[in-house]
Every structure is written in C-alpha cells, then in structure tokens.
C-alpha cells in the first residue's frame, strides 16, 4: 500500500509552546487527510479533515484555533497545536487519501506527543 | 457514531483461524464495511472492505451476510504479529471529498502460542 510518514514521531514540550506535528503522503498525491487523536487504550477520534488548498472542516468539538491544520500541496499537511497544555497529551495519527484510489485510506505511524 | 458492535476482545491460538464478527444491522444500501487493524502504538492498516460479496486478499478474508446486518473477518493462519485491535467501519461512498472514517472501540485480539 502507499506509505505515510509523520514527523517527528515523538515530542515532548512545555505547557504554553507550540508544536507542529507533519504528514506526508510519500508515494502519491492526497487530495483528503484526516487528522485523529488517540488516548491511552481508547479508540481514534477524528478531529478534522482537510482538502488540498480548502479550510480544514472540524468535528464537534474540536477547537479550530487550538488545532491549525494546513494542507499546503498534495503531499503535505500539518497539524499544529497552539498553546499546548498536559490535557492535549495524546498520539495524534494522520490520514491520507489520493486520487489514485478512493478505497482506501492509508495512516501515518502517529505522532507521540506529551505536554509537561 | 460508530455504526458496528464488536466483542471487545478474543483470544486465538497460533496457526489457528480467527474469527472476528461484526454486526452493522443498519448498514444503508451505498455503504461498504471496512475493516482495519491497530498493532499496539502504530497507526491502523487497511486489511479489506466489502460491500455485499464475500471478498478475500493475501492478509484475510472478509464474509458478509445476505442480509448485510453482520460480517466476519477471517485471518486464517493466525501468527504472534496479528495480534492488534480490529475496527470494523461502515462508510458510505458519498461524495469524495467528505467522507470519512469512523471508528468504533474495536475487538482487541490476542494470539497466544
């Protein structure tokens, strides 16, 4: 299947910084990613998905303004969470789709983040 | 909302088929059962997705029911590396850009030697 990477895979900042987590479809074009955050032994809840080129379109619940996400070109979109607090510690896993199939729908590794 | 009920967790012996059901019992005509697995700190990976006919790939085999209400993921030769947890989605095959996949809480499977 097509490869999705993140980077970094793991972080860990203070409370109050920023961190941008980064998703890159490596062997084709994503028209849509997916965003999702995962807790300790729950399953992925999907926090927004974006276009290429359009706004992200966010579930309920999910703060836009804390949670940035731009999806620049085809094979690029970032997440970045804005003023990071203990509470936003989570795996945060991306997803991509392309134009090359529409079934399937490949994940990056994850993203290990952790707020001090 | 998730749309499926799975056990929560199975166990399966190594070398052994394992079983994993699913039901979906209001599953509309356009939507299509996915199914996917999580081994542990990795990101899920795509396995086989169905829509009414039983459909079979190199990692398993996916069989629905007439009705389309339950389905079962069958991994045949159960090995140490599938233990994971499985998700099986209904999604529907709406308009491209603004479908998405939902999961549920999964089955955790555990093969054991």
């Known amino acids: 299947g097509a490869v999705v990477s993140q980077h970094p895979s793991r972080v860990i900042c203070k409370s109050g910084t920023s961190v941008k987590i980064e998703c890159r479809s490596l062997d084709f074009q994503a028209t849509t990613m997916f965003w999702y955050r995962q807790f300790p032994k729950k399953s992925l809840m999907l926090m927004a998905t974006s276009n290429e080129g359009s706004k992200a379109t966010y579930e309920q619940g999910v703060e836009k303004d804390k949670f940035l996400i731009n999806h620049a070109s085809l094979t690029l979109s970032t997440l970045t969470v804005t003023s990071a607090h203990p509470e936003d510690s989570s795996f945060y896993i991306c997803?991509?789709?392309?134009?090359?199939?529409?079934?399937?729908?490949?994940f990056g590794p994850g993203t290990r983040l952790t707020v001090l | 909302d998730a749309k499926t009920t799975q056990p929560t967790s199975m166990d399966c012996a190594e070398g052994r088929a394992a079983n994993l059901p699913c039901n979906h019992s209001?599953?509309?005509?356009?939507?299509?059962v996915y199914w996917y697995r999580q081994i542990h700190s990795q990101g899920p990976q795509y396995i086989i997705h169905?829509?009414?006919n039983n459909e079979t790939n190199e990692m398993a085999s996916l069989i629905i029911t007439e009705d389309r209400k339950s389905s079962t993921l069958i991994l045949p030769h159960a090995t140490l590396r599938d233990t994971a947890v499985y998700y099986c989605i209904v999604r529907a095959r709406e308009a491209y850009n603004t479908d998405k996949l939902i999961f549920g809480t999964g089955t955790r499977l555990q093969v054991f030697p």
């Open positions: 209001t599953i509309s005509g356009n939507e299509y």
């Open positions: 169905g829509l009414k």
């Open positions: 997803s991509a789709r392309g134009v090359m199939g529409y079934n399937e729908q490949f």
